[in-house]
């Protein structure tokens, strides 16, 4: 019984494993580029094998017979040297000339050259040369295939004198590989046409559905209509269907709000108009100071519920914004700086936008002296820093300070009044944009809440 180690079947696995790293590392990532891969890598493949393979047997077939033909010639110039010996030999200089289309001159007897280098161009005509003129001549011979202006040199070693011939390698070689180059990139170039003309029609009903997903997911709405193949136009629909339910859940949402918040304020209102009637006294006072948080928890409650999806996105000035809650917290006694880089215009919800920061900035008015507010525009997206010199939130509890109603500091914020929603409504309407919302540490020894949002 034979058994297999398994550290022997680990190494190929590992082999592999890293080799489809590596390729993958390397492929594009992009659906049009892998299509194109798809579709054309296979076809060139195939079309080069099967050129190659023919191409190769034609030329090897080819060489193989023009070189017998030369070895045919030059075996009979031999012979006709032996069988009529001539003085000057001019017959058979001529019969070379004319018939052959070879040159010819007669040497003193003398030893063959060394063998010629050879040249790896002309490797398959050195084989089939030097095979035929074996197979036609009993005499040794010489051969250099590689000479300039496309010549071939044969010397022949006779009894008494040296034949040297010369003939245009053209009629012992089939050189015409340019035909092959030119028809592969030929052929090549019309199936890479074809094939991205179609894909990219293919392609872009894909394009159309990805960026219309992305711009409801930040709050803004695109014309869009499905197209392109049927998968595609499937998925369009699907998407369309999915918007339609989605909006339909928000309109059912915030008409039941708003129908909440009419009883709540109305209840609220009977409230008050019965606290007014009970007069001054200490007990009414205290009861009123109920009422009015009351009516601001409800009032957090409802916003951050509803949010904003009945707004539309327009262009927004953020500038306008920060500088607006600069005044702001100059009012309330606070130091505040603004510094703004690049375009501050983005694509949003404005009244959105403006309680986002808001949110942020009242967190830092609460807890801060001083505050900085800036902006920086890199041409994708706008990140907004608000810093402060407060006491900061602990690193462990920074993600927990986005849960709604949840408060770092109890006894803190019911005296105050908050509900726990400022960070909560905060991150819920970056998302909302496609951006987000981090804290950190802040330069100002503070917090430093960071708002990105796609432009």
């Not at 010549?151 to 070689?173: G, N, S």
């Not at 800036?374 to 997206?381: H, W």
């Amino acid at each position: 019984m034979t058994v297999v180690l398994p550290e022997v079947l680990a190494a190929p696995r590992n082999l592999w494993r890293r080799f489809a790293n590596w390729l993958h590392d390397r492929m594009p990532k992009g659906l049009y580029a892998r299509a194109l891969l798809i579709v054309i890598l296979p076809v060139v493949l195939l079309q080069s094998a099967v050129a190659y393979v023919f191409m190769e047997r034609h030329w090897e077939v080819v060489t193989y017979r023009l070189s017998a033909g030369m070895a045919r010639q030059v075996a009979a110039l031999v012979d006709v040297y032996q069988t009529f010996p001539d003085q000057d030999h001019a017959q058979l200089r001529r019969i070379a000339a004319f018939d052959l289309n070879m040159e010819i001159e007669v040497l003193p007897k003398q030893e063959l050259p060394a063998p010629a280098p050879k040249s790896a161009l002309f490797s398959l005509l050195d084989k089939a040369l030097s095979k035929e003129l074996a197979r036609r001549l009993k005499q040794p011979f010489w051969i250099n295939t590689a000479l300039p202006g496309s010549l071939i040199e044969i010397r022949v070693a006779l009894d008494d004198a040296t034949l040297r011939m010369f003939a245009t390698r053209t009629h012992a070689y089939a050189s015409n590989s340019y035909i092959f180059f030119m028809w592969m990139a030929i052929a090549s170039i019309i199936i890479l046409a074809i094939a991205t003309s179609f894909l990219r029609n293919q392609i872009r009903p894909i394009l159309r559905l990805a960026r219309a997903a992305e711009e409801f997911g930040k709050g803004r709405n695109v014309a869009f209509s499905p197209r392109g193949a049927r998968e595609v136009r499937q998925a369009g629909a699907a998407f369309l269907d999915m918007k339609r339910r989605f909006e339909r859940a928000i309109e059912q949402r915030t008409t039941m709000l708003n129908g909440v918040s009419h009883d709540l304020r109305t209840i609220i209102t009977r409230f008050k108009l019965s606290l007014a009637l009970m007069g001054d006294s200490h007990e009414a006072t205290d009861m009123r100071k109920d009422v009015d948080e009351m009516e601001r928890m409800v009032e957090a409650y409802l916003a951050f519920a509803r949010g904003d999806g009945d707004e539309s996105s327009v262009p927004t000035d953020i500038a306008a914004i920060l500088n607006e809650l600069k005044a702001d917290t100059e009012k309330r006694g606070l130091a505040a700086a603004v510094k703004i880089k690049g375009d501050p215009n983005i694509v949003a919800r404005p009244a959105a936008i403006k309680r986002l920061l808001a949110n942020l900035v009242g967190n830092a008015q609460r807890y801060g002296k001083r505050i900085e507010l800036s902006a920086i525009n890199d041409g994708s997206m706008m990140t907004v820093n608000i810093d402060d010199d407060g006491p900061g939130i602990p690193v462990e509890r920074r993600e927990e300070a986005f849960r709604p109603f949840y408060r770092l500091d109890e006894s803190r914020n019911q005296n105050e009044g908050h509900s726990g929603l400022g960070l909560a409504v905060a991150r819920d309407i970056a998302r909302a944009h496609g951006g987000d919302i981090t804290l950190d540490r802040s330069p100002l020894g503070g917090l430093r809440a960071t708002a990105s949002l796609p432009l």
